[in-house]
């Protein structure tokens, strides 16, 4: 089955500066790549996804690329901001009329102001 | 709220008895997940549904566990005989047909605490 690693598990930034998460994943067959932000206590919330027909994917100050190839993905936040601590966690599933989700360990993003 | 909503939010229990959760998914989302969260780690899928068929069961759901979805709408997750190991944030997803069926979202979870 698919696994997902997810690296670093915890990161410290000020505010401000970029924060980059990555994973990699085991089953070349895996075609979607969602990221997920869950703050304490929260449900995940879908903050970005990428396929595997493109490369890259932005959405204002987060961006996801895919390396196909390499079989690895990353998050990129620019601009952090204290509201942008939380656990994020990757995930990985293949189209196969269903998409069970593989997650990652998740990274602990800590932003300080 | 339009969202996945789940109840109980929380739940205590001895162990030995029995617990039930229900999700109630996006109106119109025929796709549903459950998910186990355990401190410092990721969802891991425990069972999926398609309307009311359950398409797929993880090794992990041992046959304590018992999930249903009777008309394709909200979906019921039973514990039988529950066990310390079992404490767990307990997550449902749902997901639309079309092109963006693999995209889920997520409920806010059962936390289930076992002593």
């Known amino acids: 089955g698919e696994n997902v690693e997810q690296h670093p598990s915890t990161l410290s930034v000020q505010e401000g500066d970029s924060a980059v998460i990555k994973c990699t994943y085991s089953?070349?067959?895996?075609?979607?790549f969602p990221w997920y932000k869950q703050e304490l206590g929260k449900r995940p919330q879908l903050i970005i996804d990428?396929?595997?027909?493109?490369g890259e994917k932005k959405d204002q100050r987060i961006a996801v690329t895919l390396n196909k190839t390499a079989k690895h993905f990353s998050l990129h936040i620019t601009e952090t901001q204290p509201e942008d601590s939380a656990v994020y966690f990757c995930?990985?599933?293949?189209?196969?009329?269903?998409?069970?989700?593989?997650f990652g360990k998740g990274t602990m993003l800590l932003v300080s102001p | 709220d339009t969202g996945v909503s789940q109840d109980p939010r929380h739940k205590i229990t001895k162990r030995g008895q029995n617990v039930t959760f229900r999700c109630d998914p996006i109106?119109?989302?025929?796709?549903l997940y459950w998910y186990r969260q355990t401190l410092g780690q990721g969802p891991e899928f425990l069972t999926y549904?398609?309307?009311?068929?359950?398409?797929?069961k993880s090794r992990l759901l041992s046959d304590r566990f018992s999930a249903e979805r009777p008309k394709g709408s909200f979906s019921t997750l039973e514990i039988q005989r529950t066990e310390q190991g079992d404490s767990a944030m307990y997550l449902c997803?749902?997901?639309?047909?079309?092109?963006?069926?693999?995209?889920?979202?997520f409920g806010p979870g059962t936390r289930l605490t076992v002593l």
């Open positions: 990428i396929r595997s027909n493109v």
């Open positions: 089953d070349s067959a895996s075609n979607y």
């Open positions: 549904f398609q309307n009311e068929a359950q398409l797929e």
């Open positions: 997803a749902s997901s639309p047909t079309g092109p963006d069926s693999d995209t889920q979202y």
């Open positions: 995930a990985a599933s293949r189209n196969s009329g269903y998409s069970t989700l593989t």
């Open positions: 109106s119109e989302h025929n796709r």
